[in-house]
Nanobody, 124 residues
Framework: QVQLVESGGGLVQAGGSLRLSCVLS????????VGWFRQAPGKEGEFVAG????????EYTDSVKGRFTISRDNAKNTVYLQMNSLKPEDTAVYYC?????????????????WGQGTQVTVSS
């Protein structure tokens, strides 16, 4: 049974930073591609960033490029999302998701395992 647990959300002023963590338990962490998604009130969920299981390469949605960085520490079974220069429009519940696929999916349907989410609120 794979479990994902996110942490690190909170309230921050615009321009500030947060680091989200996602710990995967139950299986070999290095066997999973991991993505971060977010959902704001009244909006569709969207892909934010992802990191491949194969070579650790990353992808980002355009709105966070240059501000967010995804990384993984296989020894700690953890994926991080470092979020800098936060904007009010980054306010959302952030979810990490994992799948054994070799490719990196951009759609939520491509991920089999999900965490419970962590709230990020950016005030103006």
């Amino acid at each position: 049974q794979v479990q994902l647990v996110e942490s690190g959300g909170g309230l921050v002023q615009a321009g500030g930073s947060l680091r989200l963590s996602c710990v995967l338990s139950g299986r070999t962490f290095s066997s999973y591609t991991v993505g971060w998604f977010r959902q704001a009130p009244g909006k569709e969920g969207e892909f934010v960033a992802g990191i491949r299981r194969t070579d650790g390469t990353t992808e980002y949605t355009d709105s966070v490029k240059g501000r967010f960085t995804i990384s993984r520490d296989n020894a700690k079974n953890t994926v991080y999302l470092q979020m800098n220069s936060l904007k009010p429009e980054d306010t959302a519940v952030y979810y990490c998701a994992a799948d054994v696929a070799y490719g990196l999916g951009f759609r939520s349907s491509e991920y089999h395992y999900w965490g419970q989410g962590t709230q990020v609120t950016v005030s103006s």
